[in-house]
């Protein structure tokens, strides 16, 4: 069983959808990132959290500590949305560990 | 771009050639990494150096060499590599205990 399990690992939403993709951990952690890759290959940072919840545009990230838990959303979900959207935790000192990535199609 | 330039962005090699792979950050960032994304896996972490020196090596392969000459450049140099070391080799950089990991935008490399 991975340390990090990603779901679903499919989204295929229409143009507006609130869309979630989320990430269960099963290690202590020090910080929670999710990053976006597009099919070119490049990967962007969109947070790290380590507690509560973060904003920014129309992307919302929640973690819950204790359950051990973190949730991406999207609201109002655009075609250039659709990428992969993957979850890593920070364990010890800067080691990263990732899920399998959720791969997300937003249809027009 | 990121602020973490990866060159050259595809590779073809051959199983008995000598290549390497550059990454330059300057973000003033005093940790690197090498990672490995192959077909369907998650990334898996290859190699960390904090502060120039490899604090990390994840039971990498001696047929890849990581060079760190200073906090600004990273280099994976490959030699007689394997088919199945085909896939998307990403280098990040952060600031120790920090976090806030930037991203480069890979190498694609088909080992042929």
């Known amino acids: 069983k991975n340390e990090v ?12 959808e609130f869309i979630t993709i989320n990430c269960s951990y099963s290690v202590g952690i020090s910080a929670l990132h999710w990053l976006q890759q597009h099919p070119g290959g490049g990967i962007v940072s969109l947070f790290m959290l380590s507690s509560g919840k973060k904003k920014h545009g129309r992307l919302i990230a929640t973690i819950n500590i204790q359950e051990k838990h973190s949730s991406l959303h999207i609201t109002a979900s655009h075609p250039r949305d ?27 | 771009e990121t602020g973490v330039t990866q060159t050259p962005r595809h590779l073809v090699m051959g199983m008995t050639n000598k290549k390497s792979l550059k990454c330059e950050q300057h973000l003033g960032h005093n940790a690197m990494y090498w990672y490995k994304q192959s077909a369907k896996k998650p990334l898996e972490l290859m190699f960390v150096y904090n502060f120039k020196e490899q604090t990390e090596n994840n039971s990498v392969p001696s047929r890849f060499s990581p060079e760190c000459p200073n906090s600004s450049h990273l280099f994976l140099h490959l030699h007689t590599l394997q088919p199945e070391d085909s896939a998307l080799y990403l280098c990040a950089s952060s600031q120790v205990l920090q976090g806030g990991y930037t991203f480069g935008s890979g190498t694609r490399l088909t080992v042929v």
């Open chain 1, 82 to 108: 659709s990428a992969v959207y993957i979850c890593a935790v920070q364990t010890s000192g800067s080691r990263l560990t990732f899920g399998e990535g959720t791969q997300l199609t937003v249809n027009p």
């Open chain 1, 5 to 16: 399990e990603q779901s679903p690992q499919n989204l295929t939403a229409q143009e507006g």
